[in-house]
Nanobody, 121 residues
Framework: QVHVMESGGGLVQSGGSLRLSCTVS????????MAWHRQAQGKQRESVAV???????EYAESVKGRFTISRDSAKNTIYLQMNSLKVDDTAVYYC???????????????WGKGTLVIVSS
């Protein structure tokens, strides 16, 4: 069984910063693409930042220059540093992971339960 756990959400004022963490644990042979998505109330879930298996990063236009995704492979953890936060960044942030399941030896995908970020004006 694989567990994906996000942390670091909270309430912050507009212009402030937060750092989210996502740690993967359990029956994992290897990690591939790891990404952050978010879903605001009444809106569809959207991709925010991706750390690809090639080691490159991709960002949504709305967060470019403000958010930075990074990865600590030794800890099976990715981070999302969020600076210059805006009210529109308010959402539940979810971590999504591609990995090789050691039980099935097959590629699989898992979501975390999310962490809430609220940006006040």
């Amino acid at each position: 069984q694989v567990h994906v756990m996000e942390s670091g959400g909270g309430l912050v004022q507009s212009g402030g910063s937060l750092r989210l963490s996502c740690t993967v644990s359990g029956s994992i042979l290897g990690l591939y693409t790891m990404a952050w998505h978010r879903q605001a109330q009444g809106k569809q879930r959207e991709s925010v930042a991706v750390f690809t298996e090639a080691g490159t990063t991709e960002y949504a236009e709305s967060v470019k220059g403000r958010f930075t995704i990074s990865r600590d492979s030794a800890k099976n953890t990715i981070y999302l540093q969020m600076n210059s936060l805006k009210v529109d960044d308010t959402a539940v942030y979810y971590c999504n992971v591609d990995f090789i399941d050691s039980t099935t030896v097959r590629r699989a995908n898992e979501w975390g339960k999310g962490t809430l970020v609220i940006v006040s004006s």
